[in-house]
């Protein structure tokens, strides 16, 4: 629409697309798209989920061929089929889902697929990434399995992977979704490294801060088109916002926390609470904790921290070893799930796609699920189908929830949408206490709205909310209390106002202050 | 005749080298098979395919390399099916692997009916010169047949190639984390085929050992069941080389106890005796997962007995 003027001042073009469409059944994810990457730039693809971008990515870095338009490297046109040809011209993809091998070394997964004589010379290979690591401050330990690697540190591994390639042009696939607020720091700073070395950068992400901090061109893709590509001098927060999301920004701004009318009744008490895990070793250690009707107590911690057990003791699925759970004055020694549905437990779990939903069935099966013994869906004693459709339907009009029919099946829709079929299940029960884990990871600014929105009005109807994230900004903007968790115990708790995000950052890393 | 302990000891070591031969041969195979992803549940039938398919060779041509190397082929061809199956098709698994063992089953059974009575010359033992005369491990491990030296020669050969060259680490990737090695433009299904045919071909190679060094003649259902306990060895060995050989040996052992308590005349029943190889997997079993859930270390490909399916949506 309102492409820039390219100055002949500027870099050359290492990367230009055009005319690129995408089609996959019944979806255009990628529209007649346009678009260049000058060298030593950082060039930011922001959208809404689902607007095409890790598609159009797919397209640049081989995964998917286009169906139409063309593409040009150093102003040569290329047509790739698979991805060792992008990879064999200097494209390198840094994939959201990490793509690593978990039981193999950090070399063994650097060096797969890349050239190497047929007996591996492990000795001289791991010397070359440790020279590269230096170079783009990508410090890791070589011989390391990845499974014991922090997210930060596979991500490292990610760039390492794609530096060893060669690649001259870098796509981060929304890099600092998965980051804690220091690990976000320091992949700032490999950027700019990066940078300086003459790589040129395609960042996707829609965390707006880092976005005009970090960019120096955005261009804004919505439902596979090109809607503006924007010097970040030129434009602000706001702006992009509005292109983005066009009226619905308006929508999409997120409601203050408002006070609580009701009594703020206890409703949730851990007194040194301790579990282990699957695997028998210890996941929580002397755990105290307390929420309050009409509270939510936020907790921030790096996942993998005992947030998982956490979840489970308090929804009833995980037996505790030691300590008191109290659930509205009532001590509870060994609930069932069933027990605190009862009690009026709502649980959106972390991993929504494996344990919020039954993904082959449809929109309206997952609402009977739990509530299957509601009369209502039933004529006499047999489900009607009829009555379960009928439901579903009115549930996905309050919900907004956008899918062709209720009779879609759930796994194939977005993550926002996802989540609000969750949401609306679990709100159409009585409820006293909602657990909501990583709510709006991955999700796209209006869905996280929604999300939030409707978080923040459980609360005001007097529920008591756990909210476990990683998101700090989600954290501050809903918490009242803030408690912080590092390898199963609780390091401090704090009302909002005396926390920081450095102080909340410091003790997610396990100092204590 | 009165045999010395030692002796015994010494004449149960051969035994349970030459029973464990065709186990090592068969894990062998589905270690290579499984490192890239792929179960083959179709060993029992593959050795016995193998085994009737070397002992026709021997019958008819007299040439023992050419049975072993036919057993292999034709084992191979019909790991092939397998293969089609569950790579290019992405059927189930453990149903082609099932549909295997059936299929071999019968058909050795068909063409292996006219074929009893007839024998074949066993393979001699060959005593490695100086190795041979090293007391008690001597004669229990190099005075053997060639297969076993060739069996030794295979353990090493997998295990080098599986964790010391370019190869090794691309099939183990690709039963790893298949969708990662496609990213990167490594062949999936490439590897696959290559790993279940040469598995396969083991596998067959461990059939040939039965009529060529144990039995010297054909009877229905000739492995009796090795095939299954092979399958379970490829767990137990977590999928490595050289533990494949210790459970190889270990219940080659046991097999031979087995044999060695029956001759000696000890009252234990037959079927407990014939049940304790299969005890024994169940027991082994158990204590190897337990202790793989307590330490949290999973050996197993992470991808075994998945299809790999390219551009899923996540």
Known sequence: MQDEEISPTQAAIVLELQNVSKVFPGVIANDHVNFTLRQGEIHTILGENGAGKSTLMNVIAGL????????????????????????????????????????????????????????LDLKRVNQVIQELGDKYGLTVSPDKKIQELSVGEQQRVEILKVLYRGAKILILDEPTAVLTPQESEALYKIIENMVAEEHSIIFISHKMKEVISLSDRITVLSRGKVLATLDKEKTNAKELAKIMMGDEAVRAMPVSASSHSKAMEVVVRMEKICADDDRGHQALKDIDLEIRSGQIV??????????????????????ITAGNYYYCGESLQHPTVNDMIIRGLGYIPEDRKKFGIAGHLSIANNFLLRDHKNPDFYNQQFLSAHKVNEYGRVKMEEFDIR???????????????????????????????????????GLDVNATAFIQQTILKAKSEGLAVLLITEDLDELFLMSDHIYVICRGEIVGHMPKKEASTERIGLMMTGMKT | MEITGIEWFVLIGISAIKMGTPLLFGTLGGVISERSGVINLGMEGLMLVGALTAFVVDLR????????????????????????????????????????????TGLSGLFGDRLIGETVVSLNNIPIPGFSAIPILGPIFFNQDIM????????????????????????????????????????????????????????GVAGAYFPMVLTSFWVDNLTAGRGWIAVALVIFAFWHPGKALLGAYLFGAAIALQLGLQTMGIAVPSYFLEMFPYILTIAVLTAVTIRNQKSGASVMPASLGLAFFRGEKH
Request: aromatic share 8%.
């Open chain 1, 298 to 319: 936020g907790l921030a911690g790096v996942s993998g921290n005992g947030q998982a057990q956490l979840a489970e003791v308090l929804s009833g699925i995980r037996a």
């Open chain 2, 148 to 203: 076993v030296y060739f069996s030794y020669f295979c353990v090493v050969l997998i295990w080098f190639v599986l964790f010391k060259t370019t190869l090794g680490l691309n099939i183990r990737s690709v039963g790893e984390a298949p969708e990662v090695c496609d990213a990167i433009g490594l062949s999936v299904a490439k590897y696959r085929y290559a790993c279940v045919i040469v598995g396969g071909m083991l596998i």
């Open chain 1, 403 to 441: 899918a062709a029919s209720e009779k879609m099946q759930v796994g194939l829709l977005s993550g926002g949408n996802i989540q609000k079929t969750i949401l609306a299940r679990e709100s159409s029960r009585p409820l006293k206490f909602l657990l909501a884990s990583q709510p709006i990871r």
């Open chain 1, 64 to 119: 998917y061929p286009p169906d139409g338009g063309d593409i040009f490297i150093d102003k040569k046109k290329v047509r790739f089929t698979n991805p060792r040809q992008a990879i064999l011209h200097g494209i390198g993809m840094v994939h959201q889902h990490f793509m690593l091998v978990r039981n193999h070394t950090v070399t063994e997964n650097i060096i797969l697929g890349t050239p190497q004589p047929p007996v």
């Open chain 2, 61 to 104: 041509f007299g040439s023992k390399i050419t049975a072993v190397c036919m057993a292999a082929l034709v084992a191979g061809l019909v790991t092939t099916i397998h293969a089609v199956v569950s790579i290019t098709l992405r059927a189930n698994q453990i149903a082609s692997g099932l549909a295997l063992t059936l299929f071999g």
